[in-house]
């Protein structure tokens, strides 16, 4: 246990969103690594705002994903409380979790991301098929559809409307599947990920056995420079801070394709973030560590 941190941790987990048995996985992960390394743990399921934090809890370790855990939500909640607590703040974590608009401003920052637009009402969409349908606020692959005949966009429109009001359509970009992880300030090896079939869905990314990883990925020099580098540049635009995973379509013409942000990535068994730091020469119970600290001493010098 590092002395300069707090020895007293709360961790919050749970959440209302479809992501919640994610986030319990997660957060029994963190709990384990930090209990193994004589932090005391206050273990706190949120299903409301009106949560409950132990008074000598000094910093809360966020294992909340999806709605509510990476919307800024939480954080500003916490802000609002005078708490600290892991991860990027308030601002930027609503900005990664709204794929419309951190899309917009990825483009406005130079970022290349695929063509997209907000769809419903009779929009036309403004490039050809195949399209992703997506919520614009959803995590873990969750509500997306696939369209490679415009006869079945409305209907995977309405699907994805079940998860969120605003949908986007996106031009499928097709490639290699990557994921980099950010960990203060730096870009950790590149994930390359491979579905056994399918896409990358929820099945495959919480289901062992279900996807193949290989990290570092198997790319070339210059490729993996600019995959770690476009990621880093993502994730800096907005304004996002600590730790994170930026997913990427590498092109077959050698384009890095950002996707999206994911703040507070996951943390289970088969999560990429902790492969990603593994194979940096940081185990579990380091990289949860690592994350406490940074996230404590920008609380205090920023508050």
Same mark, same amino acid.
């Given at each position: 246990?590092?002395?300069?941190?707090?020895?007293?941790?709360?961790?919050?987990?749970?959440?209302?969103?479809?992501?919640?048995?994610?986030?319990?996985?997660?957060?029994?992960?963190?709990?384990?690594?930090?209990?193994?390394?004589?932090?005391?743990?206050?273990?706190?399921?949120?299903?409301?705002?009106?949560?409950?934090?132990?008074?000598?809890?000094?910093?809360?370790?966020?294992?909340?994903?999806?709605?509510?855990?990476?919307?800024?939500?939480?954080?500003?909640?916490?802000?609002?409380?005078?708490?600290?607590?892991?991860?990027?703040?308030?601002?930027?974590?609503?900005?990664?979790?709204?794929?419309?608009?951190? !899309?917009? $401003?990825?483009?406005?920052?130079?970022?290349? %991301?695929?063509?997209?637009? @907000? =769809?419903?009402?009779?929009?036309? /969409?403004?490039?050809?098929?195949?399209?992703?349908?997506?919520?614009?606020?959803?995590?873990?692959?969750?509500?997306?559809?696939?369209?490679?005949?415009? !006869?079945? $966009?409305?209907?995977?429109?309405?699907?994805? %409307?079940?998860?969120?009001? @605003? =949908?986007?359509?996106?031009?499928? /970009?097709?490639?290699?599947?990557?994921?980099?992880?950010?960990?203060?300030?730096?870009?950790?090896?590149?994930?390359?990920?491979?579905?056994?079939?399918?896409?990358?869905?929820?099945?495959?990314?919480?289901?062992?056995?279900?996807?193949?990883?290989?990290?570092?990925?198997?790319?070339?020099?210059?490729?993996?420079?600019?995959?770690?580098?476009?990621?880093?540049?993502?994730f800096n635009v907005l304004g996002c801070s600590?730790?994170?995973?930026?997913?990427?379509?590498?092109?077959?013409?050698?384009?890095?394709?950002?996707?999206?942000?994911?703040?507070?990535?996951?943390?289970?068994?088969?999560?990429?973030f902790p492969m990603a730091a593994k194979a940096?020469?940081?185990?579990?119970?380091?990289?949860?560590?690592?994350?406490?600290?940074?996230?404590?001493?920008?609380?205090k010098a920023h508050g």
């Amino acid at each position: 246990m590092n002395p300069a941190l707090p020895r007293h941790i709360a961790v919050l987990k749970g959440g209302p969103s479809e992501e919640r048995e994610i986030s319990l996985r997660t957060a029994k992960a963190v709990e384990d690594a930090l209990s193994s390394l004589g932090y005391e743990i206050s273990s706190i399921d949120v299903t409301t705002e009106k949560f409950e934090i132990p008074r000598d809890a000094e910093i809360c370790f966020l294992c909340i994903h999806g709605s509510f855990g990476e919307d800024g939500q939480i954080q500003r909640l916490l802000m609002r409380r005078g708490i600290p607590f892991t991860g990027s703040d308030a601002s930027s974590s609503e900005k990664a979790f709204d794929k419309a608009w951190s !899309k917009t $401003l990825f483009i406005k920052g130079g970022i290349p %991301t695929p063509p997209f637009c @907000v =769809v419903g009402d009779g929009k036309k /969409i403004p490039f050809d098929p195949p399209y992703v349908i997506k919520p614009s606020r959803q995590g873990s692959s969750i509500g997306i559809e696939f369209v490679y005949d415009i !006869k079945e $966009l409305d209907q995977a429109i309405k699907k994805s %409307t079940q998860y969120d009001h @605003v =949908v986007l359509a996106e031009a499928l /970009i097709t490639g290699k599947e990557l994921t980099v992880g950010i960990l203060d300030g730096k870009a950790l090896p590149v994930v390359e990920i491979k579905p056994k079939e399918g896409f990358y869905d929820y099945h495959h990314k919480y289901t062992k056995g279900a996807s193949t990883y290989f990290c570092p990925a198997p790319l070339t020099v210059d490729q993996t420079s600019a995959v770690q580098k476009t990621a880093l540049d993502a994730f800096n635009v907005l304004g996002c801070s600590v730790y994170g995973r930026v997913d990427i379509i590498l092109s077959d013409n050698g384009i890095p394709w950002v996707l999206e942000i994911n703040t507070i990535p996951g943390m289970t068994e088969t999560s990429l973030f902790p492969m990603a730091a593994k194979a940096s020469g940081m185990n579990f119970a380091q990289l949860c560590e690592k994350i406490l600290e940074i996230s404590y001493l920008r609380w205090k010098a920023h508050g």
